[in-house]
């Protein structure tokens, strides 16, 4: 199971979107080199504000670019970095894979999936209306249905860019799926 990044992004302070990138360098046990959520500790502003010494399992923020497509069709236009997503995928179902799952992207890096990432009401802020678009129910089940990507923690470091490969290693069984993280 694979796919391709598309673009890479980050942004040294802390904002909702992130600027696009000719490549990113990912930092094991931390995240991205220079982005404002790189750290061992939790540096969302929120979680920080709970409890500081928390891991951060968001180290890295993946978003499927099939999204953007999904939204697109709905009458919101959104590109790569917009949502805050530190690197966009095109190929690879990221809400299906199972926590754990191992993600090697491009010549060295990889990144262990530690969940979805739980869109907030900052995405109202940047297109009114786009919340109800990336967080939905299940019509069957009732189930909340998070599609704003996963966050995973730097496992290997190395140097991510556009058009890099990503296979994806799913973890011994029994799989778990993802939950908020």
Do not use: W, Y
């Amino acid at each position: 199971m694979g796919g391709t990044v598309t673009t890479v992004s980050s942004h040294g302070e802390h904002a909702f979107s992130k600027a696009n990138r000719p490549a990113i360098t990912l930092l094991a046990g931390l995240g991205v080199e220079g982005d404002a959520h790189a750290g061992v500790t939790v540096q969302h502003r929120s979680r920080v504000a709970r409890d500081p010494t928390q891991p951060n399992l968001r180290q890295v923020h993946l978003i499927h670019e099939e999204l953007f497509d999904e939204v697109a069709a709905a009458g919101f236009t959104v590109a790569p970095g917009e949502l805050g997503e530190n690197i966009t995928t095109r190929g690879i179902d990221l809400l299906g894979l199972p926590t754990g799952t191992l993600l090697r992207i491009g010549r060295e890096a990889v990144v262990e999936v530690t969940g979805l990432r739980n869109p907030c009401g900052q995405i109202d802020g940047f297109r009114a209306g786009l919340l109800k678009q990336v967080v939905g129910r299940d019509e069957e089940t009732g189930e909340i249905v998070r599609k704003a990507g996963i966050m995973g923690i730097v496992r290997t470091g190395g140097v991510v860019r556009p058009g890099d490969p990503i296979e994806a290693e799913l973890p011994d069984g029994p799989h778990h799926p993802l939950e908020r993280v």
